[in-house]
């Protein structure tokens, strides 16, 4: 059964960065995409980043320039580099790791970092 543990969030103030981290168990994480969510109290969850197992990444409009998302397959983790940060990005934090195989859907959620930014 894969595991993901995501770590990294805290307290921080606006403009300054953070980085998250997930961390997955298995040996088979570089080919699972991995995306990362946020969901902020009373709001849906919604998606943040997402980087491909061929290492192609997508944004959200409100993060982009701002978020990169990356990848180490040899240490089985994904990253989020949050820089410039918002009061609006305060939210937990999720990472989901997926992948299909054109017969099968599989994915997995890790419990959640929470972010908060003060203004």
């Known amino acids: 059964q894969v595991q993901l543990v995501e770590s990294g969030g805290g307290l921080v103030q606006a403009g300054e960065s953070l980085r998250l981290s997930c961390a997955a168990s298995g040996s088979t994480f570089s080919t699972y995409a991995i995306d990362w969510y946020r969901q902020a109290p009373g709001k849906q969850r919604t998606s943040v980043a997402r980087i491909s197992s061929d290492g192609s990444t997508n944004y959200a409009g409100s993060v982009k320039g701002r978020f990169t998302i990356s990848r180490d397959n040899a240490e089985n983790t994904s990253y989020l580099q949050m820089n410039s940060l918002k009061p609006e990005d305060t939210a937990v934090y999720y990472c989901?790791?997926?992948?299909?195989?054109?017969?099968?859907?599989?994915?997995?959620w890790g419990q959640g970092t929470q972010v908060t930014v003060s203004s």
């Open positions: 989901n790791m997926n992948r299909y195989t054109g017969i099968r859907y599989t994915n997995y």
